[in-house]
C-alpha cells in the first residue's frame, strides 16, 4: 500500500484543522477526494510530500540503526574469538559473550512488557525516543512544516501501540547483531582450526556434562551433529589433543546455538511485534476531529435524516414549549454575548466576525470547561447544519440545559445543509431553545 495510506491522510488533515489555520473542502464529492487536497497544497513543498519525506526519513534512520547492529555483530566476533597459542578457545566463554548480553536483553524486555502491560505505561524508551528526536532534526533540515511534523509523530507512535514499536525496533536491531555475529563466527570457523575447550573451578564434570546436553536439545530435533559425553569429557582444558570429530560436534553446536536460541527467537520476536504494531495503529479510535470531517463527507444515500449511533433506551421527549420555536434572525443583542462553535470543523462563520468571545467546542476537555463555567448570561451554541447530530451531541446540549439557564442552539443552515430538522428535534429533546440561521455560501 503506498504512502500516505487513508488513514494517515485523515489523521494529518485532522490535526492541521485544529492546530492551524488549514481547512479542507467542503464542496468536494467525498472525504476521498477531500484528501487529495493535501497533495497540492501548499505550494510547492504540499503537505503530503512533507508527509512523505518524514516517512522515509523515519525508515532510514531505521535501516541505519539495523545497518549499525550488523556491523557491531561483525566486530564483536573476532575479538570474543582470541585464541591462545594453541589456538584454543574456551567454548562456554565464547557462547556467553555471543549469547550472554542477548539473553539478558530479552529477560528484560520480557519483564518490562509485563510490567508495562498491568500498569498501562505508554513510555517511547530511550531507542525510540532518540529515533524521533533524530527525525525532528531531519524534518527541520529539509523544512517541513511543523505542525506537519507534530501530525506524522501522532500517527507513527499512537500512545497504544508505542511498546509495540519499541520493541520491534530492538528485536530487529538484536536480530542484525546476532546474525552478523553467525555469519562471522561460521566465516572464522571455516578459515581457522579451533580446539574447543572448556575450564572451572566451581563446577563438576557432570555439571558440564548436563549443561552441554541441555544447549544440545533444540539442534538434535533438525540432526546436528552435536558433542556427545565423551566428546564434553575430551575437551578439558589439559588434554593433549583434540579429534576433528569433536572439533566438528563443538564447531556445529556453537552455529546452532547462536541460531536457534538467538537469531530464529529475534527475528520471529521482531515480526510478531512490528504485526502487533501494525494492527494497534490501524485500530486506533478515530479522534473527534476526524469523526467530524467523515461526517462533512458522508454520501448522499448514506446522509438519512436519523440520530446516528442512536440510544436504543427509551427516550422521554421533552413537549416544545414557546421558547422553543424555530426564529429566522438572531436577536439584535445576540452578537454581544458569547457564542461557542459545537464540533465545528470549518472556517469561523463570517457573521461572527464581530464577535471576540467565540468558544471551539471540539473536544471533550473544551466541552467539560464551558460545562465547568455555567453562567446566567446568554450563551450561544452555533452547530453545523451539514453534520448529522449523534447520542453526543444530545447527551452534550442535555448537561448543558441543566446548568445554563439561558443557552440557545444556533443551527447554521447553509445551501448544503442536510440535518436541520434532526437538530431541532434534538433540541426539542434536550429542552434547549433553537433558532435557525441562514448563511448564504
Known amino acids: 500500500m503506498s504512502f500516505p ?27 476521498m477526494t477531500a484528501l487529495e487536497e493535501l497533495d497540492s497544497v501548499p505550494s510547492p513543498v504540499s503537505y503530503g510530500s512533507q508527509l512523505k519525506t518524514l516517512k522515509r526519513s523515519f525508515n532510514r534512520l531505521v535501516f541505519g540503526l539495523l545497518m549499525l547492529a550488523f556491523l557491531l555483530g561483525l566486530l564483536a566476533v573476532p575479538s570474543a574469538f582470541a585464541t591462545t597459542v594453541s589456538n584454543q578457545v574456551n567454548i562456554f566463554w565464547l557462547l556467553l559473550v555471543l549469547l550472554g548480553f542477548h539473553a539478558l536483553n530479552f529477560t528484560l524486555w520480557a519483564i518490562t512488557l509485563m510490567a508495562s502491560v498491568m500498569r498501562a505505561s505508554n513510555s517511547q524508551g530511550v531507542l ?8 525532528t532534526k531531519v524534518s527541520q533540515y529539509a523544512k517541513v512544516n511543523g505542525t506537519v511534523c507534530a501530525a506524522y509523530l501522532r500517527w507513527q507512535c499512537p500512545a497504544q501501540a508505542n511498546k509495540w514499536l519499541l520493541s520491534g525496533l530492538s528485536h530487529g536491531a538484536w536480530g542484525g547483531y546476532l546474525l552478523a555475529g553467525w555469519f562471522m563466527t561460521w566465516l572464522l570457523l571455516l578459515t581457522n582450526q579451533v580446539n574447543f575447550v572448556w575450564e572451572t573451578t566451581l563446577l563438576s564434570d557432570a555439571a558440564f556434562v548436563q549443561l552441554t546436553q541441555t544447549l544440545n536439545v533444540v539442534p538434535q530435533w533438525f540432526g546436528v551433529a552435536v558433542p556427545n559425553s565423551f566428546d564434553i569429557l575430551a575437551s578439558r582444558v589439559d588434554q593433549a589433543s583434540q579429534a576433528s570429530d569433536t ?41 473527534t476531529q476526524e469523526k467530524i470531517i467523515q461526517n462533512r463527507y458522508r454520501r448522499p444515500e448514506y446522509q438519512q435524516k436519523m440520530m446516528v449511533d442512536a440510544d436504543h433506551a427509551h427516550l422521554t421527549t421533552a413537549p416544545l414549549s414557546d421558547n422553543q420555536d424555530t426564529q429566522l434572525t438572531l436577536p439584535n443583542d445576540a452578537f454581544s454575548h458569547p457564542w461557542a462553535l459545537f464540533e465545528w470543523s470549518t472556517e469561523k462563520p463570517l457573521f461572527l466576525a464581530s464577535v471576540c468571545d467565540v468558544m471551539s467546542l471540539n ?22 447544519a451539514t453534520q448529522s447530530p449523534d447520542r453526543g451531541s444530545r447527551r452534550f446540549f442535555t448537561r ?42
Open 5 to 31: 495510506t487513508y488513514r494517515a491522510k485523515l489523521a494529518l488533515a485532522a490535526w492541521l484543522e485544529t492546530q492551524s489555520e488549514f481547512r479542507l473542502s467542503p464542496h468536494a464529492d467525498n472525504l
Open 128 to 135: 525510540l525516543s532518540l529515533l524521533l528526536y533524530a527525525n
Open 247 to 287: 572439533r566438528q560436534h563443538w564447531a556445529n553446536l556453537l552455529l546452532a546455538s547462536i541460531f536457534f536460541y538467538g537469531v530464529l527467537p529475534r527475528l520471529f520476536f521482531a515480526l510478531l511485534c512490528t504485526g502487533l504494531y501494525l494492527v494497534k495503529r490501524a485500530a486506533q479510535p478515530l479522534s
Open 363 to 384: 473536544s471533550r476537555e473544551q466541552q467539560d470547561q464551558l460545562l465547568a463555567t455555567p453562567t446566567d448570561s446568554p450563551v450561544y451554541i452555533a452547530v453545523d
Open 400 to 441: 448543558v440545559r441543566a446548568l445554563y439557564s439561558s443557552v440557545y442552539m444556533v443551527i447554521v443552515e447553509g445551501e448544503h445543509a442536510r440535518f436541520t430538522d434532526d437538530w431541532q428535534r434534538l433540541a426539542r429533546e434536550a429542552d434547549v431553545p433553537s433558532i435557525t440561521h441562514i448563511v448564504k455560501e
